[in-house]
């Protein structure tokens, strides 16, 4: 049973910075593609960035796109989301998640995920 630990979620101000890590075991991790989403309260869950095997591509949605910074560390088995100049919109539930398409931002491709870890950004 695979499985993806997040931490590093918290309260922080408008235009500040938070690092999430998401720690996987009973994995070959380098063997799979990492996503992050994110779910806000009365929302459904939303892309946010992926990132494949290598780290060598990158894809993020549009309204994180230069303010987030996907990375990981295969011999660590940890996937990074650097978030930086954050807005109250970013208020949100964040999952990583282990696929096999690291071209995709589609949930369904997606078929392991981590409990989340709460990121609130007071205005």
């Known amino acids: 049973q695979v499985q993806l630990v997040e931490s590093g979620g918290g309260l922080v101000q408008a235009g500040g910075s938070l690092r999430l890590s998401c720690a996987a075991s009973k994995l070959t991790f380098s063997t799979y593609a990492m996503g992050w989403f994110r779910q806000a309260p009365g929302k459904e869950r939303e892309f946010v960035a992926t990132i494949s095997r290598s780290g060598a591509f990158t894809s993020y949605a549009g309204s994180v796109k230069g303010r987030f910074t996907i990375s990981r560390d295969n011999a660590k088995s940890t996937v990074y989301l650097q978030m930086n100049s954050l807005k109250p919109e970013d208020t949100a539930v964040y999952y990583c998640?282990?696929?096999?398409?690291?071209?995709?931002?589609?949930?369904?491709?997606?078929?392991?995920w981590g409990q989340g870890t709460q990121v609130t950004v007071s205005s």
């Open positions: 998640a282990a696929g096999r398409n690291p071209y995709s931002s589609d949930q369904v491709d997606f078929a392991s």
